[in-house]
């Protein structure tokens, strides 16, 4: 039962590790990251605002909403209105 336990301690450490490498590399490493998409870092570091729209069956028009309002900005700080 020991065995057991520690090997589940050991999967959850491993889990963790895994998530926090992901979103630091998500954020600061990866080319996106490096680019100038506008967004709010907790959808940059993880997948779990896109689960969460699929799990809600809004994931097309959440999408379609973020190009969107992307497009609209961007309009407007090119031609600075």
């Known amino acids: 039962m020991e065995a057991f336990s520690q090997l589940l ?3 959850a450490v491993a889990a963790t ?3 926090t ?3 630091i590399y998500n954020l ?3 080319p996106m990251a490096r680019s100038n998409i506008p967004g ?3 959808t940059a570091a993880s997948d779990v605002w ?3 729209q699929g ?3 809004d994931r097309v028009r959440a999408i379609h909403r973020l190009f969107k309002v992307s497009q609209t900005s961007a309009y407007h700080s090119y031609y600075a209105i």
């Open 50 to 52: 896109f689960d969460y």
């Open 40 to 42: 709010p870092a907790y």
């Open 17 to 19: 590790v895994t998530v």
């Open 28 to 30: 600061f490493l990866s």
């Open 21 to 23: 490498f992901r979103a």
């Open 55 to 57: 799990l809600r069956m």
């Open 9 to 11: 301690i050991g999967g």
